[in-house]
């Protein structure tokens, strides 16, 4: 009897091994980037409003015609008032806009003169400088900052996955 409860018991306290899959995955990436040299340029419209009351329109003013290389201009509207003694109110506004230029042509990344717009925005080319990224047999990153306009991006994703 004695002999059947060792058995059994051993039997009972005897641990299966577990059957379980697991995956291990990393994942490692580095991105490098230097800004490139751009400009953005946005043409401003010439523009002419009048506004009123109490008044009388006697010539009607308005916009020039857009020649190439010459401003726009404008002719001016003639008012007289409505009634001589009444009170009035008038606004005459005009605006020059930018005169048509010719195409901004690149050389070698670069811009040799910017259009003289109403709005530019311009970025300079960044410098690569010491910029460098590598990652080593462990999955570790060593990232080197560059100059003005760079960026350095690591990631590292490890993921264990149990079924």
Known sequence: M???FFVSCL???????????IQHQIQSSIQLTVNGAASQATRLPST???????INLDTVGGLGTLTAGSAVGYTPAAYSLANDGDSFSFAETYIEGD?????????????AGLPAF???TTTAAGSAGDLAGTITGGGVLELTPGGPGTTATGQVILSITTN
């Open 2 to 4: 004695r002999r059947f």
């Open 11 to 21: 039997t009972f306290f005897a641990v299966n091994p577990a059957s379980a899959d």
């Open 48 to 54: 002419y409003s009048v506004s009123g009351s109490g």
């Open 99 to 111: 005169d048509a230029q010719s195409a901004t042509e690149l050389t070698d990344g670069a811009t």
């Open 118 to 120: 109403g709005s530019v």
